[in-house]
């Protein structure tokens, strides 16, 4: 009987549910979100919020002594952003920031996760600070609080300095490391009687190995595996120079911690063995940067796998590392590794991915919402960790902007729902999780990908930098009005 309908009954049926929900966030509204029953709460005072990050927002890259920054060079250099554009305009937020600040009010979410450009504050990334450097951040962070939104800051987001690139070679040195340290304390002496949170560094996980092993992301190179564990001790390295700096530097009791994408395993189906193997798979897959950082050492497991390719490393350097953190943020997408128990040593493999396991919009963006549930869960069973933010969680769309004037981004909705149920869950259960950053606020320069890949809860015309809430800003407005997802 299916095979009756044409395409075009197909485009009719959908063009007519399309109107249906377009009543819908109005309907809602009927009756106050807070009133409404919530079977699935989230604990009191848990934190919602969206999350940005510099160079993929905030455009004026010439402006106020801004230094120029690895990404700078990387989206100039032809080739490398896939639809041949740069961060030099984006979002324009650096003129518009007021107006920005306007949209996270409307979802009535109360935090924000900014970063802070490197290169704006040390144009050379060491030497003199540019005077008008944290003069932005400044007014950022007032009018964030004006409007009774904590800002949550990260000093790190992949904008390295370029002059440390060229000078000492980036993060392959650790004289890099240590002008981190010197930015962070700079950072927190100025800015943590305001911002009572610090997100030290974004994604180690993400840009060492695609910036400097695969040659995908800034500065992009191609070393070799000795090179490439050696540029993550050095990043190790300066996250510990930074907690140590800003605790020296910085106001009483700012809370500090990384924001890294865990490799995220999930047992490939739930028994006590499968379990068990993505505990300790958690613990070995990540030692090379959350692990040494939480642990103090690297794994044994992870110096034998790397063998003669395993960083250099000092005890003091260590001791660096493993200041103890705040908290840590956890950026969750995808599940990266399905996990089941082996006879073999070492008692658990990771399974292929079949061809046709789902994905969103973003090829790389598997669909697997239990990776919200066991990811901090087993990182906090693994490190005992006592406070866990999911730093990032979101998903492109196609988002189109409909001749209606709206934006029918079903399919993040969907991938949204079904992730914060599973977050609920385990909340529930005890998984000491205090706050949601999601990624992202708006439209924004989405790295090799350009401006095609959306990844925002506002719509962005780049032409006109006109801001249009797609319909999951009424989802997201719903559950952080009531604190609680379904109905
Ligand atoms: C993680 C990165 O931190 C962020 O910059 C990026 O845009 C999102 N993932 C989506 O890919």
């Given at each position: 009987m299916f095979g009756k309908f044409s395409r075009r009954h197909f485009a009719k049926l959908a063009g007519l549910s399309a109107l249906g929900m377009a009543a819908r966030p109005a309907d809602a509204a009927a009756q106050p979100a807070a009133e409404r029953p919530s079977p699935a709460s989230f604990p009191k005072d848990f934190v919602w919020g969206t999350a940005t990050s510099a160079y993929q927002i905030e455009g004026a890259v010439n402006e106020d002594g801004r230094g120029r920054s690895i990404w700078d060079t990387f989206s100039h250099t032809p080739g490398k952003i896939e639809d041949g554009t740069s961060g030099d305009r984006a979002n324009e937020h650096y003129?518009?920031?007021?107006e920005d600040i306007g949209l996270i009010r409307e979802l009535g979410a109360r935090a924000y996760r900014f970063s802070?450009?490197?290169?704006?504050?040390?144009?050379?990334?060491t030497g003199k600070p540019n005077p008008k450097g944290l003069d932005f951040y400044d007014r950022l962070v007032d009018e964030l609080l004006k409007n009774g939104i904590e800002p949550y800051g990260t000093l790190y987001h992949w904008d390295l300095p370029q002059a440390l690139e060229d000078k000492v070679g980036g993060w392959r040195s650790s004289e890099t490391s240590k002008a981190f340290g010197d930015y962070a304390g700079h950072v927190a002496a100025r800015i943590t009687d305001r911002v009572r949170s610090i997100f030290t560094i974004n994604e180690a996980g993400r840009f060492v190995n695609f910036g400097y092993g695969w040659g995908i992301d800034a500065p992009g190179l191609k070393l070799p595996d000795a090179d490439v564990n050696q540029?993550?001790?050095?990043?190790?390295?300066?996250?510990?120079?930074?907690?140590?700096?800003?605790?020296?530097?910085?106001?009483?009791?700012?809370?500090?911690?990384?924001?890294?994408?865990?490799?995220?395993?999930?047992?490939?189906?739930d028994t006590p063995e499968n379990v068990r193997a993505a505990e300790v798979a958690t613990?070995?897959?990540?030692?090379?940067?959350?692990?040494?950082?939480?642990?103090?050492?690297?794994?044994?497991?992870?110096?034998?796998?790397?063998?003669?390719?395993?960083?250099?490393?000092?005890?003091?350097?260590?001791?660096?590392?493993?200041?103890?953190?705040d908290f840590v943020g956890l950026n969750i997408y995808a599940p990266q590794?399905?996990?089941?128990?082996?006879?073999?040593?070492?008692?658990?493999?990771?399974?292929p991915f079949p061809a046709s396991f789902p994905h969103m919009n973003s090829e790389w963006l598997r669909v697997g919402p239990e990776t919200i549930y066991w990811a901090p869960r087993l990182a906090a069973k693994v490190w005992n960790i006592e406070t866990i933010y999911i730093s990032e969680n979101g998903t492109s769309s196609e988002d189109k902007l409909r001749a209606d004037g709206q934006v029918y981004d079903l399919d993040r909705i969907m991938y949204l729902r079904n992730y914060l149920r599973q977050l609920q869950r385990?909340?529930?259960?005890?998984?000491?999780i205090r706050g949601y950053f999601l990624w992202s606020l708006m439209d924004n320069f989405e790295w090799i990908y350009?401006?095609?890949?959306?990844?925002?809860?506002?719509?962005?015309?780049?032409?006109?930098?006109?801001?249009?809430?797609?319909?999951?800003?009424?989802?997201?407005?719903?559950v952080v009005a009531r604190n609680a997802i379904g109905v």
């Open positions: 003129h518009r920031y007021k802070i450009a490197w290169p704006r504050v040390f144009p050379e990334g540029v993550r001790h050095h990043v190790a390295l300066a996250h510990g120079l930074a907690v140590q700096a800003i605790r020296a530097r910085g106001r009483a009791g700012t809370r500090v911690g990384p924001a890294e994408n865990i490799a995220a395993c999930v047992p490939a189906f613990r070995e897959l990540n030692s090379g940067f959350l692990g040494v950082i939480l642990e103090g050492k690297y794994t044994d497991g992870f110096l034998q796998f790397a063998g003669k390719n395993a960083p250099k490393f000092t005890d003091e350097e260590l001791k660096i590392i493993s200041q103890p953190n590794f399905y996990i089941a128990a082996s006879d073999k040593p070492p008692g658990w493999s990771v399974l385990a909340t529930s259960e005890g998984v000491p350009g401006y095609e890949k959306r990844f925002g809860l506002y719509h962005v015309d780049f032409e006109t930098q006109r801001r249009t809430p797609k319909l999951s800003v009424a989802f997201y407005r719903d």
